[in-house]
Antibody, heavy 121, light 109 residues
């Protein structure tokens, strides 16, 4: 059974930083592309970032480019999202999601339960 | 960026009725890379349909997807009580950003 468990969400002031983690199990993490998707309170879904299994391809949404950094540790079956220069509009539940194969890496096949990031003074 | 517009915003139906949800793209979606997700309150989204018409593992056959190009449809043939939720479409074509529609809420009339 695929399991994705996010952690690291917290209350942080505008301009602050936070690092989210996602622990993966139940599939071969080292050969699977991964995504972060977020959802602001009461709003829809927004794709945030993507990373291939070997980290040779990384994409970001324009809204986070230059501020967020996605990374992974295949030895630890873990995905990360380093979030810097946080803004009020980054307040959301952040989901870790397993990507599809081949050219369907942006398809979130399985989702974690999410971790809440609140940016507020 | 491909913009996805879902309609209607809210669908009020009764159990046993048929639900038809629409997702229209601002430009043609490559190779039918269109997916549908279901989200219930307090839960993560769940993949229902990928490739416009393929059901994900474990999804009941009352859920079906169709369409190509810029117009796609999710049909729930007979609504069960557990189907009342918000539904999102997503395009995951070759070039990011991979965008979602704004969602359609299916509510119990």
């Amino acid at each position: 059974e695929v399991q994705l468990v996010e952690s690291g969400g917290d209350l942080v002031q505008p301009g602050g930083s936070l690092r989210l983690s996602c622990a993966a199990s139940g599939f071969t993490f080292s050969t699977t592309s991964m995504n972060w998707v977020r959802q602001a309170p009461g709003k829809g879904l927004e794709w945030v970032s993507f990373i291939t299994s070997s980290t040779n391809t990384i994409y970001y949404a324009d809204s986070v480019k230059g501020r967020f950094t996605i990374s992974r540790d295949n030895a630890k079956n873990s995905l990360y999202l380093q979030m810097n220069s946080l803004r009020d509009e980054d307040t959301a539940v952040y989901y870790c999601a397993r990507g599809g194969i081949y050219d369907s890496g942006g398809l979130p096949l399985d989702w974690g339960q999410g971790t809440l990031v609140t940016v507020s003074s | 960026e491909i913009v996805l517009t879902q309609s209607p915003g809210t669908l009020s139906l009764s159990p046993g009725e048929r639900a038809t949800l629409s997702c229209r793209a601002s430009q043609s979606i490559t190779s039918r890379y269109l997916a549908w997700f279901q989200q219930k309150p307090g839960q993560a989204p769940r993949l229902l349909i990928y490739g416009a018409s393929s059901r994900a593992t474990g999804i009941p056959d009352r859920f079906s997807g169709s369409g190509s190009g810029t117009d796609f449809t999710l049909t729930i043939s007979r609504l069960e009580p557990e189907d009342f939720a918000v539904y999102y479409c997503q395009q995951y074509g070759s070039s990011p950003p991979w965008t979602f529609g704004q969602g359609t809420k299916v509510e119990n009339k």
